[in-house]
């Protein structure tokens, strides 16, 4: 069974804090995303990644960064924890194919800033 | 990128047919019409993905007419289970492929 591993379901961080979200994927998917979702809003894309050290800024980069050393795994990282920052962040990753592709999404880390 | 609109919430009962209609007027010759569904607090699920014509599986059906400007989401007899936000998406899947959703479809199923 295809899998996207997020490490926490539930994180509450201080402003200021450094924090990391991690992702992993065992499909070995070429692009792996970083969304979040707040209601009302959607899934507003943070950051992609179509091969290992390689990002791209989505619709909403700022704040955030992204890194991504191996081909699994793809972290994102908030500098410096706001509070405007609380929200249900998605992870997801898909192959890289012409003619259309489906994206595996995993159970999302709800993030709280305090 | 192409952009997608979508009625933002639809109601219906258990046993009916539901369709969902995507409109994509600005679709590309490379791209798919992708949906999917979303259960609060879950990550989004994939449906159904079609390129022209009709596609079908256990799950739903999706027609798409000769121009591509548009893309309906057929669910048929509905059941409570099916209560989700159903998005719908537009893209070729290749390099740089970007996943760029709309606000979706809140379907409300009652009994």
């Known amino acids: 069974d295809v899998k996207v591993t997020q490490s926490s379901r539930y994180l509450v961080k201080r402003t200021g804090e450094k924090v990391f979200l991690e992702c992993v ?3 070995d998917h070429e692009n792996m995303f970083w969304y979040r979702q707040d209601p009302g809003l959607g899934l ?3 950051y992609f990644s179509y091969d290992v050290k390689m990002k791209e800024k989505g619709d909403i980069p700022e704040g955030y960064s992204v890194s991504r050393e191996k081909k699994e795994r793809f972290s994102l990282i908030l500098e410096s924890a706001s509070t405007n920052q609380t929200s249900m962040y998605l992870c997801a990753s898909s192959l890289i194919r012409r003619g259309g592709t489906e994206a595996f999404f995993g159970q999302g880390t709800r993030l709280t800033v305090v | 990128l192409a952009k997608t609109t979508q ?3 639809m109601d ?3 046993g009916q047919e539901v369709n969902i209609t995507c409109s994509h007027n600005n679709i590309a010759t490379n791209d ?3 949906w999917y569904q979303q259960f609060p607090s879950q990550g989004p699920r994939f449906i159904i993905q079609g390129y022209k014509t009709k596609v079908t599986n256990e ?4 027609f798409i007419p000769a121009d591509r400007k548009s893309s309906t989401l057929s669910l048929p007899r509905v059941s409570l289970s099916d ?3 159903y998005y719908c998406l537009v893209g070729d899947g290749g390099s740089n492929y970007q996943l760029i959703w709309g606000a979706g479809t809140k379907l409300i199923i009652k009994p």
């Open chain 1, 25 to 27: 994927q065992d499909m």
């Open chain 1, 44 to 46: 507003r894309l943070i």
């Open chain 2, 7 to 9: 009625p933002i919430s």
């Open chain 2, 12 to 14: 219906s009962y258990e």
């Open chain 2, 32 to 34: 798919y019409i992708t």
């Open chain 2, 59 to 62: 799950v739903a059906s999706l």
């Open chain 2, 83 to 85: 209560t989700a936000v």
